[in-house]
């Protein structure tokens, strides 16, 4: 089991970068693949990107080039940096651990983009 909390949300302008950590409490952190998800006002959660102990193996096209995930398994963090920041970034921002098929979800951080 694991317990995710989620930081570094909040409001940038437009063109903006910010960096959201995922701090994970638990054992086994690096047998977990890490994700950040994404949900508007009006819209269905997306994926944005995820990654295993070592590889991204997913990130959305409406964010390459401008975010990156990383993780950290020594200090059971995952990040989300986010550079060139739209308007149409604005969500709650969510982080997942997946382990054994069954998800682990965070309480999601708000990211207010403004032009």
């Known amino acids: 089991q694991v317990q995710l909390v989620e930081s570094g949300g909040g409001l940038v302008q437009a063109g903006g970068s910010l960096r959201l950590s995922c701090a994970a409490s638990g054992s086994s952190f690096s047998s977990y693949v890490m994700g950040w998800y994404r949900q508007a006002p009006g819209k269905q959660r997306e994926l944005v990107a995820d990654?295993?102990?070592?590889?991204?193996?997913n990130i959305a096209d409406s964010v390459k080039g401008r975010f990156t995930i990383s993780r950290d398994n020594a200090k059971n963090t995952v990040y989300l940096e986010m550079n060139s920041l739209k308007p149409e970034d604005t969500a709650v921002y969510y982080c997942?651990?997946?382990?054994?098929?069954?998800?682990?979800w965070g309480q999601g951080t708000q990211v207010t983009v403004s032009s």
């Open positions: 997942k651990a997946t382990r054994w098929s069954y998800a682990y």
């Open positions: 990654i295993t102990s070592g590889k991204i193996t």
